[in-house]
Protein backbone atom coordinates (compact mmCIF):
# COMPACT_ATOMS: atom_id res chain seq x y z
CA UNK A 1 0.00 0.00 0.00
CA UNK A 2 0.90 3.85 -0.45
CA UNK A 3 0.50 5.32 2.89
CA UNK A 4 0.67 9.42 3.03
CA UNK A 5 1.15 10.47 6.75
CA UNK A 6 0.45 14.50 6.87
CA UNK A 7 2.08 15.49 9.66
CA UNK A 8 3.77 12.37 10.20
CA UNK A 9 6.94 13.81 11.87
CA UNK A 10 6.18 13.87 15.47
CA UNK A 11 6.89 10.68 17.60
CA UNK A 12 3.20 9.41 16.98
CA UNK A 13 3.97 9.87 13.50
CA UNK A 14 7.43 8.88 12.77
CA UNK A 15 6.21 5.43 15.18
CA UNK A 16 4.07 4.41 12.76
CA UNK A 17 5.63 5.31 9.67
CA UNK A 18 8.54 3.19 10.93
CA UNK A 19 6.43 0.62 11.36
CA UNK A 20 4.64 1.09 8.05
CA UNK A 21 8.09 1.05 5.91
CA UNK A 22 9.44 -1.85 7.68
CA UNK A 23 6.23 -4.13 6.52
CA UNK A 24 7.06 -3.30 3.06
CA UNK A 25 4.48 -0.27 2.53
CA UNK A 26 5.62 3.02 0.31
CA UNK A 27 5.25 5.66 2.87
CA UNK A 28 5.10 9.34 2.38
CA UNK A 29 5.14 11.88 5.04
CA UNK A 30 4.20 15.30 4.77
CA UNK A 31 6.26 17.85 7.15
CA UNK A 32 6.85 21.66 7.45
CA UNK A 33 10.27 20.57 7.94
CA UNK A 34 11.67 17.48 6.18
CA UNK A 35 14.37 16.18 7.60
CA UNK A 36 16.46 12.99 6.46
CA UNK A 37 14.57 9.37 7.14
CA UNK A 38 14.10 6.03 5.43
CA UNK A 39 10.92 7.01 3.83
CA UNK A 40 10.48 9.70 1.53
CA UNK A 41 9.57 13.11 3.61
CA UNK A 42 7.49 15.95 1.49
CA UNK A 43 7.28 19.75 2.04
CA UNK A 44 4.11 20.72 2.71
CA UNK A 45 2.46 24.01 4.74
CA UNK A 46 -0.31 22.33 6.59
CA UNK A 47 -2.78 25.40 5.18
CA UNK A 48 -3.15 25.13 1.36
CA UNK A 49 -3.48 22.66 -1.29
CA UNK A 50 -0.07 22.44 -2.87
CA UNK A 51 2.59 20.31 -4.65
CA UNK A 52 2.49 17.55 -1.97
CA UNK A 53 -1.47 16.93 -3.00
CA UNK A 54 -0.31 15.18 -5.66
CA UNK A 55 1.11 12.38 -3.14
CA UNK A 56 -2.80 11.80 -2.34
CA UNK A 57 -3.21 10.75 -6.20
CA UNK A 58 -3.38 6.86 -6.34
CA UNK A 59 -2.67 6.42 -2.58
CA UNK A 60 -4.20 3.85 -0.61
CA UNK A 61 -5.02 5.57 2.63
CA UNK A 62 -4.02 8.83 3.91
CA UNK A 63 -4.19 8.75 8.25
CA UNK A 64 -3.73 13.31 8.94
CA UNK A 65 -1.75 13.40 12.49
CA UNK A 66 -0.97 17.29 11.36
CA UNK A 67 -1.26 19.61 14.31
CA UNK A 68 0.98 22.23 16.90
CA UNK A 69 1.89 19.84 20.23
CA UNK A 70 -0.88 20.80 23.13
CA UNK A 71 2.28 20.40 25.43
CA UNK A 72 2.75 24.11 25.90
CA UNK A 73 0.16 27.55 27.90
CA UNK A 74 -2.51 28.23 26.75
CA UNK A 75 -1.41 31.78 25.55
CA UNK A 76 -3.90 33.51 23.25
CA UNK A 77 -1.16 33.40 20.41
CA UNK A 78 -0.93 29.10 21.30
CA UNK A 79 -4.47 28.95 21.24
CA UNK A 80 -4.41 29.73 17.80
CA UNK A 81 -1.71 27.43 16.42
CA UNK A 82 -3.32 25.03 18.34
CA UNK A 83 -7.07 25.45 16.74
CA UNK A 84 -5.29 26.56 13.11
CA UNK A 85 -3.15 23.68 12.65
CA UNK A 86 -5.95 21.26 13.30
CA UNK A 87 -8.70 23.04 11.41
CA UNK A 88 -6.55 24.35 8.40
CA UNK A 89 -4.54 21.08 7.88
CA UNK A 90 -7.73 18.73 7.87
CA UNK A 91 -9.45 21.79 5.15
CA UNK A 92 -6.36 20.98 3.15
CA UNK A 93 -6.58 17.44 3.07
CA UNK A 94 -9.59 17.05 2.50
CA UNK A 95 -9.71 19.59 -0.72
CA UNK A 96 -6.40 17.32 -2.08
CA UNK A 97 -8.17 13.97 -1.43
CA UNK A 98 -11.35 15.71 -3.60
CA UNK A 99 -9.23 16.90 -6.33
CA UNK A 100 -8.15 13.27 -6.77
CA UNK A 101 -8.76 11.45 -9.70
CA UNK A 102 -8.11 8.22 -8.11
CA UNK A 103 -8.63 9.11 -4.10
CA UNK A 104 -7.11 6.83 -1.23
CA UNK A 105 -10.10 4.59 -0.18
CA UNK A 106 -9.78 5.64 3.40
CA UNK A 107 -8.32 8.57 5.57
CA UNK A 108 -8.05 8.44 9.39
CA UNK A 109 -8.09 11.61 10.81
CA UNK A 110 -6.41 12.55 14.28
CA UNK A 111 -8.35 13.66 16.94
CA UNK A 112 -8.52 13.33 20.97
CA UNK A 113 -10.26 11.01 23.60
CA UNK A 114 -10.21 14.90 25.39
CA UNK A 115 -13.46 15.38 23.42
CA UNK A 116 -15.23 13.80 26.37
CA UNK A 117 -16.37 15.16 29.61
CA UNK A 118 -13.96 15.36 32.63
CA UNK A 119 -16.58 12.56 34.87
CA UNK A 120 -16.12 9.98 36.92
CA UNK A 121 -19.52 7.94 37.06
CA UNK A 122 -19.24 5.92 33.56
CA UNK A 123 -16.97 5.45 30.91
CA UNK A 124 -17.19 7.21 27.57
CA UNK A 125 -17.69 5.19 24.21
CA UNK A 126 -18.48 6.51 21.03
CA UNK A 127 -22.64 5.71 21.77
CA UNK A 128 -23.33 6.65 24.78
CA UNK A 129 -20.14 8.93 25.99
CA UNK A 130 -20.89 12.65 27.03
CA UNK A 131 -19.19 15.26 24.81
CA UNK A 132 -17.24 17.59 27.18
CA UNK A 133 -17.39 21.38 27.64
CA UNK A 134 -20.77 22.41 29.82
CA UNK A 135 -18.74 20.62 32.64
CA UNK A 136 -19.42 23.07 35.85
CA UNK A 137 -16.51 24.91 37.28
CA UNK A 138 -14.32 23.56 34.41
CA UNK A 139 -11.51 25.56 33.87
CA UNK A 140 -11.26 27.41 30.83
CA UNK A 141 -8.68 25.68 29.36
CA UNK A 142 -10.35 22.37 29.26
CA UNK A 143 -13.29 24.07 27.64
CA UNK A 144 -10.77 25.23 24.92
CA UNK A 145 -9.68 21.79 24.26
CA UNK A 146 -13.09 20.54 24.00
CA UNK A 147 -13.73 23.64 21.30
CA UNK A 148 -10.66 22.42 19.61
CA UNK A 149 -11.32 19.03 18.93
CA UNK A 150 -14.75 19.67 18.52
CA UNK A 151 -14.02 22.04 15.37
CA UNK A 152 -11.03 19.46 14.43
CA UNK A 153 -13.70 16.66 14.39
CA UNK A 154 -16.45 19.42 12.58
CA UNK A 155 -13.50 20.09 9.72
CA UNK A 156 -13.08 16.24 8.71
CA UNK A 157 -17.42 15.99 8.34
CA UNK A 158 -16.95 18.79 6.47
CA UNK A 159 -14.70 17.52 3.52
CA UNK A 160 -16.54 16.58 0.74
CA UNK A 161 -14.69 12.92 -0.40
CA UNK A 162 -17.65 10.94 -1.75
CA UNK A 163 -15.06 8.02 -2.47
CA UNK A 164 -13.27 8.67 0.64
CA UNK A 165 -13.92 7.05 3.55
CA UNK A 166 -13.29 8.78 6.67
CA UNK A 167 -12.44 7.86 10.35
CA UNK A 168 -12.27 10.36 13.33
CA UNK A 169 -9.62 8.59 15.75
CA UNK A 170 -10.16 9.52 19.41
CA UNK A 171 -6.67 8.67 20.74
CA UNK A 172 -5.92 8.24 24.22
CA UNK A 173 -2.21 8.72 25.15
CA UNK A 174 -0.21 6.71 23.06
CA UNK A 175 2.55 5.39 25.38
CA UNK A 176 5.93 3.96 23.81
CA UNK A 177 9.48 3.96 24.92
CA UNK A 178 10.65 6.69 22.30
CA UNK A 179 12.77 9.42 24.07
CA UNK A 180 10.38 12.69 24.68
CA UNK A 181 7.21 10.60 24.44
CA UNK A 182 4.33 11.06 27.29
CA UNK A 183 5.62 8.01 28.69
CA UNK A 184 9.26 8.79 28.78
CA UNK A 185 7.93 11.78 30.87
CA UNK A 186 5.89 9.64 33.46
CA UNK A 187 8.72 7.40 33.94
CA UNK A 188 11.05 10.34 34.12
CA UNK A 189 9.09 11.24 37.34
CA UNK A 190 9.39 7.76 38.99
CA UNK A 191 12.62 7.50 38.16
CA UNK A 192 13.45 10.63 40.45
CA UNK A 193 11.45 9.15 42.64
CA UNK A 194 8.22 12.18 42.14
CA UNK A 195 5.81 9.55 40.83
CA UNK A 196 3.35 9.83 42.99
CA UNK A 197 -0.11 10.24 42.48
CA UNK A 198 -1.42 13.45 40.87
CA UNK A 199 -3.96 15.61 42.55
CA UNK A 200 -6.53 12.93 45.04
CA UNK A 201 -5.57 10.40 42.40
CA UNK A 202 -9.41 9.83 41.59
CA UNK A 203 -9.63 11.49 38.09
CA UNK A 204 -9.29 8.80 35.29
CA UNK A 205 -6.43 7.93 32.69
CA UNK A 206 -6.79 6.92 29.21
CA UNK A 207 -3.95 5.12 27.07
CA UNK A 208 -2.77 2.78 24.85
CA UNK A 209 0.35 0.80 23.68
CA UNK A 210 1.85 1.93 20.73
CA UNK A 211 1.39 -1.72 19.54
CA UNK A 212 -1.99 -1.33 19.98
CA UNK A 213 -2.26 2.18 18.02
CA UNK A 214 -0.66 0.75 15.37
CA UNK A 215 -2.80 -2.52 15.09
CA UNK A 216 -5.51 -0.14 15.63
CA UNK A 217 -4.89 1.68 12.45
CA UNK A 218 -3.98 -1.59 10.37
CA UNK A 219 -7.65 -2.85 11.57
CA UNK A 220 -9.51 0.86 10.73
CA UNK A 221 -7.47 0.62 7.21
CA UNK A 222 -8.84 -2.82 6.85
CA UNK A 223 -12.60 -2.99 8.18
CA UNK A 224 -14.78 -0.91 5.55
CA UNK A 225 -17.91 -0.78 7.61
CA UNK A 226 -16.35 1.30 10.11
CA UNK A 227 -16.68 5.14 9.74
CA UNK A 228 -16.53 7.95 11.99
CA UNK A 229 -15.72 8.48 15.50
CA UNK A 230 -13.61 5.39 16.56
CA UNK A 231 -11.61 5.45 20.18
CA UNK A 232 -8.49 4.20 20.03
CA UNK A 233 -7.96 3.64 23.54
CA UNK A 234 -6.68 0.52 25.75
CA UNK A 235 -10.16 -0.84 27.56
CA UNK A 236 -9.02 -0.50 30.75
CA UNK A 237 -8.58 2.81 32.08
CA UNK A 238 -7.53 3.44 35.42
CA UNK A 239 -7.70 6.20 38.42
CA UNK A 240 -4.33 8.28 38.09
CA UNK A 241 -3.20 6.76 41.88
CA UNK A 242 -3.32 3.21 40.37
CA UNK A 243 -1.47 4.19 37.33
CA UNK A 244 1.43 6.06 38.76
CA UNK A 245 1.71 3.02 41.25
CA UNK A 246 1.28 0.35 38.72
CA UNK A 247 4.45 2.20 36.60
CA UNK A 248 6.26 2.68 39.80
CA UNK A 249 6.46 -1.18 40.32
CA UNK A 250 6.82 -1.89 36.18
CA UNK A 251 10.31 0.00 37.49
CA UNK A 252 10.93 -1.09 40.85
CA UNK A 253 10.41 2.35 42.81
CA UNK A 254 9.49 1.82 46.15
CA UNK A 255 7.99 5.46 46.48
CA UNK A 256 6.54 8.54 44.23
CA UNK A 257 5.87 11.66 46.08
CA UNK A 258 2.91 12.62 45.35
CA UNK A 259 1.89 16.12 43.84
CA UNK A 260 -0.90 18.34 45.44
CA UNK A 261 -3.13 20.05 42.96
CA UNK A 262 -1.83 23.49 43.93
CA UNK A 263 1.96 21.77 43.13
CA UNK A 264 0.61 20.41 39.79
CA UNK A 265 -0.62 23.99 38.93
CA UNK A 266 2.80 25.59 39.85
CA UNK A 267 5.00 22.73 38.39
CA UNK A 268 2.95 23.00 35.18
CA UNK A 269 3.22 26.63 35.12
CA UNK A 270 6.96 26.31 35.47
CA UNK A 271 7.43 23.92 32.55
CA UNK A 272 5.28 26.01 30.44
CA UNK A 273 2.59 23.37 29.76
CA UNK A 274 -1.12 22.86 31.06
CA UNK A 275 -1.92 21.24 34.19
CA UNK A 276 -5.29 19.52 32.29
CA UNK A 277 -3.02 17.02 30.94
CA UNK A 278 -2.86 15.50 34.24
CA UNK A 279 -5.99 16.80 36.29
CA UNK A 280 -8.71 16.24 33.66
CA UNK A 281 -10.38 12.62 34.14
CA UNK A 282 -10.28 11.20 30.90
CA UNK A 283 -12.53 7.81 31.13
CA UNK A 284 -12.77 6.37 27.72
CA UNK A 285 -13.41 2.73 26.34
CA UNK A 286 -13.19 1.12 22.63
CA UNK A 287 -16.16 -0.03 22.28
CA UNK A 288 -16.20 0.22 18.71
CA UNK A 289 -13.03 -1.28 18.05
CA UNK A 290 -14.11 -4.22 20.45
CA UNK A 291 -17.30 -4.78 18.77
CA UNK A 292 -15.90 -4.75 15.89
CA UNK A 293 -13.56 -7.76 16.70
CA UNK A 294 -10.31 -5.86 17.68
CA UNK A 295 -7.87 -7.60 20.28
CA UNK A 296 -5.88 -5.93 22.51
CA UNK A 297 -2.08 -6.93 22.89
CA UNK A 298 -1.66 -4.63 26.10
CA UNK A 299 -5.61 -4.45 27.26
CA UNK A 300 -4.34 -3.97 30.86
CA UNK A 301 -1.91 -1.04 32.30
CA UNK A 302 0.28 -3.09 34.40
CA UNK A 303 1.47 -5.63 31.38
CA UNK A 304 1.82 -2.99 29.09
CA UNK A 305 3.86 -0.85 31.46
CA UNK A 306 6.18 -3.51 32.48
CA UNK A 307 6.88 -4.32 28.20
CA UNK A 308 7.33 -0.28 28.24
CA UNK A 309 10.08 -0.02 31.48
CA UNK A 310 11.67 -3.24 29.88
CA UNK A 311 11.96 -1.73 26.13
CA UNK A 312 12.75 1.62 27.62
CA UNK A 313 16.19 0.35 29.16
CA UNK A 314 17.18 -2.09 26.58
CA UNK A 315 16.94 1.26 24.31
CA UNK A 316 19.17 3.20 27.17
Same mark, same amino acid.
Given at each position: ????????????????????????????????????????????????????????????????????????????????????????????????????????? =????????? /?? +??? &????? !? #??? *???????????????????????????????????????????????????????????????????????????? =????????? /?? +??? &????? !? #??? *?????????????????????????????????????????????????????????????????????????????????????????
Amino acid at each position: MKIVIPGGSGQVGTMLARHSHAAGHEVVVLSRKPAPAAWRVVMWDARTRGEWARELDGADVVVNLAGRSVNCRYTPANRRAILDSRVRSTHAVGEAIGACARPPR =VWLQSGTAT /IY +AHR &FDAPN !D #ERT *GILGGNEPGAPDTWNFSIRVATAWERALEDAHTPRTRKVAMRAAMTMSPDRGGVFDVLLGLVRRRLGGRAGDGTQF =VSWVHEADF /IA +AVE &FLIAH !D #ELS *GAVNVAAPEPLPNAAFMRALREAWGARFGLPAARWMIELGTWAMRTESELVLKSRRVVPDRLLDGGFTFRFPSWPDAARDLCSRWRARR
